[in-house]
């Protein structure tokens, strides 16, 4: 009986363990986009504030539409510099709004 309880509490820790680092992780994307979002917003390049960024463990995807190439590649480096950043997916088309 005790080392059914005992495995039970042993589960239970795992179980609580892993929630939290899930929560980690996904407040720590949260902020990884909320970051990346400002500073594209913020670019007089991009012009980004109808971009889709989606962040999932550190690796960045942002799709939408910018005006130049050089506001796409413009994106890609300002999203690599936001702490937490692990790599970014480029999937920006260049041409004007449809």
Same mark, same amino acid.
């Given at each position: 009986?005790?080392?059914?309880?005992? @495995?039970? %509490?042993? &589960?239970?820790?795992?179980?609580?363990? @892993? #929630? %939290? %680092?899930?929560?980690? #992780?996904? /407040?720590?994307?949260?902020?990884? #986009?909320?970051?990346?979002?400002?500073? &594209?917003?913020?670019?007089?390049?991009? $012009? =980004? =504030?109808? &971009?889709?960024?989606?962040?999932?463990?550190?690796? +960045?995807?942002?799709? /939408?539409?910018?005006?130049? *190439? $050089?506001?796409?590649?413009?994106?890609?480096? &300002?999203?690599?510099?936001?702490? /937490? +950043?692990?790599?970014?997916?480029? *999937?920006?088309?260049?041409?004007?709004?449809?």
């Amino acid at each position: 009986m005790r080392n059914t309880l005992a @495995a039970v %509490a042993a &589960l239970g820790m795992f179980l609580l363990g @892993a #929630s %939290a %680092a899930d929560q980690k #992780s996904t /407040g720590t994307d949260d902020q990884i #986009s909320d970051q990346v979002r400002m500073r &594209l917003a913020t670019d007089a390049d991009v $012009k =980004g =504030g109808a &971009l889709d960024v989606i962040v999932k463990d550190g690796f +960045v995807t942002i799709k /939408g539409r910018v005006d130049s *190439e $050089k506001g796409r590649q413009r994106a890609t480096k &300002l999203a690599k510099k936001v702490k /937490g +950043v692990k790599n970014v997916d480029n *999937e920006l088309a260049v041409g004007p709004p449809r």
